[in-house]
């Protein structure tokens, strides 16, 4: 799950939250400020995607060449709206 806040730090910079699981349990959760100070709420979520994906692809290529099975990634956004 990916979720982020718009411009809640001084500067304008944005929070991404971060929360991997693997079966029923978190293996990875994180929030951070985002590096970057956006414009819009589109850009702070372009760059929680961007965080994510890295995590996501180092994990999906770890699992694969350990011989287990990766299904297609799938990252879901958190709608609060």
């Avoid at 718009?6 to 944005?14: E, L």
């Avoid at 929680?48 to 297609?72: E, N, Q, S, Y």
């Amino acid at each position: 799950m990916l979720d982020h806040s718009y411009a809640v730090h001084p500067y304008m910079k944005s929070l991404s939250g971060i929360f991997l699981t693997l079966g029923k349990g978190a293996t990875y959760a994180t929030s951070s400020k985002q590096k970057l100070s956006t414009k819009s709420l589109m850009e702070a979520e372009l760059l929680a995607i961007d965080d994510a994906m890295a995590l996501v692809l180092w994990t999906r290529h770890f699992l694969a060449t350990k011989g287990m099975f990766v299904p297609t990634t799938t990252i879901y956004q958190h709608n609060k709206r």
